[in-house]
């Protein structure tokens, strides 16, 4: 290998190091504080790796046909690392609150950041396959880490058993897809599916079955509200954002370079997932008094308007891609974040447990309020100019259908998010509410306000991260 292979991975080199030396650190010392900082620490030198290698002025770069070290990889390992910081700094008080032994979870932590890092960089059958196992192997322990509860345990084996049987799907279909090709990698694949046949059709089919999984979609959405509700409120961050945003990006890497687009039928059928997950998720939100699977079923339909943007199949759709994930991110994190910080007061689950929240948490409700109004698409938030990205991908493809769905979604989201806000705005009753008690997180308070200025900022001022999205491009 070259010696510049080794300069354009160092990031990747960097952040692999690192939960081992975070194990090794436990091993000496066990000490909550200063395991996290250390995890702080190296995810912040990753971050700096990365700044620096986009800083640098280089030709997109195949690593042994492996891994493809570009700009469109390097904006969302960045983004994997900023996001990684923000919940990690959501993490702290709420381990020091709801576990007995935290420091493990640093370890988990990194390695899940790992995976997803390695799957956004991915141009082939084999690191796809790595990046995603150690992304999900992760997951499960994580899921389950707060295992003195009922529902934390549970939640880790369905993952566990379901992501197991989706694996399968993936992994047998990316088999069927090398016995017609002979092919792993992305690129070569795609000069070899010119031609459909029954074998190629059956292994793309049994991977759309294994990604539509990973990212949640309808039918495949099952798992979401259950995994939401039972994993730790950072976990369920972390899978909301980083678990798939990776492998949003991996999709779109691996459908631009294939040329996966050009069969019909999948298009047909991200069509239907994408239709079926807006309305169902949206629709199946309506009910919810459940905080987190009210979040996981408007996670489902958020996917659904990402597959709109996929489906557009232009460079304006990859502009949107990113530029909704960027928004998603802030907005999602920053959702769970806030839930993550009432840690001290217990976990606050449902939605009435928010009643009178803006009367004796002001600052924290209209953070809280702001995200909400991100997700739903409210004009001045991020989550509006990603919307309006999405929404005009499909429209300029003359997607008029997906387009419509999307706004109708939307509309009954505004229902669910409005209800959640209306509680926080309902006076006080004379037992006084979660929210009402205990001191809270001074970190998770800053981290939720920078959130809040990012979610204000990007809608108002949307043109430099514009700019930097358009410098890039999918190879």
Same mark, same amino acid.
């Given at each position: 290998?070259?010696?510049?292979?080794?300069?354009?991975?160092?990031?990747?080199?960097?952040?692999?190091?690192?939960?081992?030396?975070?194990?090794?650190?436990?091993?000496?010392?066990?000490?909550?504080?200063?395991?996290?900082?250390?995890?702080?620490?190296?995810?912040?030198?990753?971050?700096?790796?990365?700044?620096?290698?986009?800083?640098?002025?280089?030709?997109?770069?195949?690593?042994?046909?492996?891994?493809?070290?570009?700009?469109?990889?390097?904006?969302?390992? #960045?983004?994997?690392?900023?996001?990684?910081?923000?919940?990690?700094?959501?993490?702290?008080?709420?381990?020091?609150?709801?576990?007995?032994?935290?420091?493990?979870?640093?370890?988990?932590?990194?390695?899940?950041?790992?995976?997803?890092?390695?799957?956004?960089s991915s141009i082939h059958f084999a690191t796809l396959f790595l990046g995603l196992e150690i992304l999900s192997i992760s997951?499960?322990?994580?899921?389950?880490?707060?295992?003195?509860?009922?529902?934390?345990?549970?939640?880790?084996?369905?993952?566990?058993?379901?992501?197991?049987?989706?694996?399968?799907?993936?992994?047998?279909?990316?088999?069927?897809?090398?016995?017609?090709?002979?092919?792993?990698?992305?690129?070569?694949?795609?000069?070899?599916?010119?031609?459909?046949?029954?074998?190629?059709?059956?292994?793309?089919?049994?991977?759309?079955?294994?990604?539509?999984?990973?990212?949640?979609?309808?039918?495949?959405?099952?798992?979401?509200?259950?995994?939401?509700?039972?994993?730790?409120?950072?976990?369920?961050?972390?899978?909301?954002?980083?678990?798939?945003?990776?492998?949003?990006?991996?999709?779109?890497?691996?459908?631009?370079?294939?040329?996966?687009?050009?069969?019909? %039928?999948?298009?047909?059928?991200?069509?239907?997932?994408?239709?079926?997950?807006?309305? +169902?998720?949206?629709?199946?939100?309506?009910?919810?008094?459940?905080?987190?699977?009210?979040?996981?079923?408007?996670?489902?339909?958020?996917?659904?308007?990402?597959?709109?943007?996929?489906?557009?199949?232009?460079?304006?759709?990859?502009?949107?891609?990113?530029?909704?994930?960027?928004?998603?991110?802030?907005? +999602?994190?920053?959702?769970?974040?806030?839930?993550? +910080?009432?840690?001290?007061?217990?976990?606050?689950?449902?939605?009435?447990?928010?009643?009178?929240?803006? %009367?004796?948490?002001? %600052?924290?409700?209209?953070?809280?309020?702001?995200?909400?109004?991100?997700?739903?698409?409210?004009?001045?938030?991020?989550?509006? +100019?990603?919307?309006?990205?999405?929404?005009?991908?499909?429209?300029?493809?003359?997607?008029?259908?997906?387009?419509?769905?999307?706004?109708?979604?939307?509309? #009954?989201?505004?229902?669910?998010?409005?209800?959640? #806000?209306?509680?926080?705005?309902?006076?006080?009753?004379?037992?006084?509410?979660?929210?009402?008690?205990?001191?809270?997180?001074?970190?998770?308070?800053?981290?939720?306000?920078?959130?809040?200025?990012?979610?204000? %900022?990007?809608?108002?001022?949307?043109?430099?991260?514009?700019?930097?999205?358009?410098?890039?491009?999918?190879?």
């Amino acid at each position: 290998m070259e010696n510049i292979d080794f300069n354009l991975l160092s990031p990747l080199i960097l952040l692999a190091v690192a939960p081992v030396a975070t194990l090794m650190v436990i091993a000496i010392y066990r000490n909550h504080t200063v395991t996290f900082c250390l995890a702080v620490i190296l995810l912040v030198l990753f971050l700096i790796d990365c700044f620096r290698l986009w800083s640098l002025s280089f030709d997109n770069q195949m690593v042994d046909d492996l891994l493809m070290i570009d700009k469109f990889g390097l904006f969302f390992m #960045i983004l994997i690392a900023i996001g990684g910081i923000l919940i990690l700094f959501i993490s702290y008080s709420y381990l020091n609150n709801n576990v007995k032994v935290a420091e493990e979870f640093y370890v988990l932590f990194l390695t899940a950041l790992v995976g997803a890092v390695v799957l956004v960089s991915s141009i082939h059958f084999a690191t796809l396959f790595l990046g995603l196992e150690i992304l999900s192997i992760s997951l499960y322990a994580m899921i389950a880490y707060t295992r003195e509860w009922k529902n934390s345990i549970e939640g880790g084996l369905k993952y566990l058993i379901l992501a197991a049987g989706s694996s399968a799907f993936l992994l047998f279909g990316m088999g069927l897809i090398y016995l017609q090709t002979g092919a792993l990698d992305f690129e070569a694949i795609g000069s070899s599916l010119e031609k459909v046949n029954l074998i190629s059709t059956a292994g793309l089919a049994m991977m759309l079955v294994g990604i539509g999984f990973k990212l949640g979609l309808v039918p495949f959405h099952i798992w979401t509200p259950d995994i939401y509700q039972g994993a730790p409120a950072p976990v369920t961050a972390l899978i909301a954002s980083v678990s798939k945003g990776s492998m949003v990006v991996v999709l779109v890497r691996f459908l631009h370079t294939t040329n996966s687009q050009q069969f019909a %039928w999948i298009i047909w059928t991200f069509s239907a997932m994408a239709i079926a997950s807006m309305l +169902i998720g949206s629709l199946l939100a309506l009910k919810q008094s459940n905080l987190k699977r009210l979040l996981a079923y408007s996670s489902i339909a958020h996917l659904g308007y990402l597959l709109v943007a996929i489906i557009a199949g232009s460079d304006f759709s990859v502009e949107a891609v990113t530029y909704y994930l960027v928004a998603y991110f802030i907005s +999602i994190i920053g959702a769970f974040g806030i839930l993550s +910080i009432f840690n001290s007061t217990g976990e606050i689950e449902q939605v009435s447990d928010l009643q009178g929240m803006f %009367w004796t948490r002001p %600052w924290l409700s209209v953070i809280f309020g702001v995200m909400f109004f991100s997700l739903v698409g409210i004009p001045l938030t991020a989550g509006f +100019i990603g919307k309006f990205y999405v929404v005009m991908a499909a429209v300029n493809s003359g997607l008029w259908a997906l387009a419509i769905t999307l706004v109708v979604s939307s509309a #009954i989201g505004l229902y669910y998010y409005l209800r959640v #806000i209306k509680t926080m705005l309902t006076p006080v009753a004379k037992d006084a509410p979660k929210s009402a008690l205990g001191q809270l997180s001074t970190m998770g308070l800053v981290v939720m306000s920078i959130l809040g200025l990012l979610v204000i %900022w990007f809608g108002v001022f949307p043109s430099q991260l514009i700019a930097v999205i358009r410098s890039i491009e999918v190879l």
